[in-house]
């Protein structure tokens, strides 16, 4: 299956970058939009401290890692010491102190694979899920914010993706598809690929930036002001880039051996990892490696049924780059 099919340039494809670029502009927020996001951080953080007064609230996923679209939930992690208290009664309690004011449809999950407070502003019209104390997520938002700072292609490309994600249905973990947080490492790993290389690994570079987190020590360069100029001598453009990323999953990438992994800017093997049968319910059948918690694979919702329809999606996407003569409008079809 490897190979299957040989990337012949297509001379119209540099006609493609103002259509993708239209639909990458059109997908950004507004700015009035952060500004109400950070109206309502203010006013949770507020209700907050007033029962705990050392608590901290942090936006993390796409509202604050620059991959978010437009009209986006905010995610929201609750950091917070309380050595005697269960989570589920933190959430309860969180529940409760937010139902005091005018919020809307106040509720905890206390059962959820990830339990949350889910709510809605109705001042703002947002809605927002609250954690507690998945630090780690704040920090993965951190490098993948960092990251889009090295060169804007990375921002215009996984904008791209995840509207193609959406477009196709194909970004719905409880069917066994692939999380935006995935497909953001993706493209990361794509960029690290290139010849000459679109971004660095900067877990690999020597370390401005260090925390501990649930046992897991993160750390990573992140002066990446620094690193304006890394793409520079790549001059692939974003229809280039779109191609070339749906022809590298679709043809290039070993799905039986190879293990994504953007910690370390490269492939690693399944072997490796110990990825190579079925354990649970993870059947390690696409892996990505998380950038932090490595004995995470994020492919590990994928199953017998989703790969192939993954797979699918990345050939279709693949062929349409190839041959179509409209592929902005084929690409995007709803399934
Ligand atoms: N996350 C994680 N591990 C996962 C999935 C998600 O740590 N397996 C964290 C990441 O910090 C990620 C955030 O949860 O940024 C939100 O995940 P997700 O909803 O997949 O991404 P968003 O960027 O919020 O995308 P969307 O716009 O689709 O909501
Ligand atoms: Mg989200």
Redesign the pocket.
């Known amino acids: 299956r490897m190979y299957k099919r040989q990337m012949i340039r297509r001379r119209d494809i540099d006609n493609l970058n103002v259509p993708f670029l239209a639909i990458y502009e059109s997908l950004i927020p507004p700015e009035e939009e952060k500004v109400k996001q950070r109206q309502l951080l203010a006013l949770l953080e507020k209700l907050v401290n007033k029962e705990w007064p050392k608590a901290q609230l942090f936006i993390?996923?796409?509202?604050?890692?620059s991959?978010?679209?437009s009209k986006?939930?905010i995610?929201i992690c609750l950091a917070i010491e309380e050595a005697n208290m269960e989570k589920s009664d933190i959430l309860m309690k969180l529940a409760d102190i937010l139902q005091s004011d005018n919020l809307q449809n106040v509720q905890a999950l206390t059962r959820a694979r990830v339990p949350i407070v889910k709510l809605m502003d109705p001042a703002t019209g947002i809605s927002c899920d609250i954690c507690i104390n998945?630090l780690?997520?704040?920090v993965?938002?951190k490098l993948?914010r960092d990251y889009a700072q090295i060169d804007a292609r990375l921002r215009q490309l996984a904008f791209i993706i995840?509207h193609w994600t959406?477009s196709r249905g194909v970004?719905e973990?409880y069917h066994g598809t692939l999380?935006?947080?995935?497909y953001?490492l993706m493209c990361i790993h794509f960029l690290q690929q290139r010849r000459p290389a679109i971004l660095p690994c900067l877990q690999e570079m020597e370390s401005t930036y260090s925390v501990n987190v649930d046992n897991v020590n993160c750390a990573y360069f992140d002066k990446v002001g620094r690193l304006a100029d890394f793409g520079r001598p790549n001059k692939e453009t974003i229809a280039q880039l779109v191609w070339g990323f749906f022809y590298y999953w679709a043809y290039c990438h070993d799905y039986a051996n190879s293990v994504i992994s953007v910690r370390t800017g490269s492939i690693i093997s399944k072997r490796e990892k110990d990825w190579t049968r079925r354990v649970g319910n993870d059947r390690h059948l696409i892996c990505i490696e998380?950038p932090f918690?490595i004995s995470?694979d994020?492919g590990r919702v994928v199953d017998k049924r989703s790969i192939k329809v993954l797979r699918e999606e990345f050939e279709r996407a693949a062929d349409i780059m190839q041959y179509d003569p409209n592929p902005c409008v084929k690409l995007f079809e709803p399934y």
């Open positions: 993390y996923g796409s509202c604050a890692n991959f978010g679209v986006s939930d995610d998945n780690l997520a704040v993965n938002t993948l995840k959406k970004n973990t999380s935006s947080y995935a953001v998380d918690e995470h994020l």
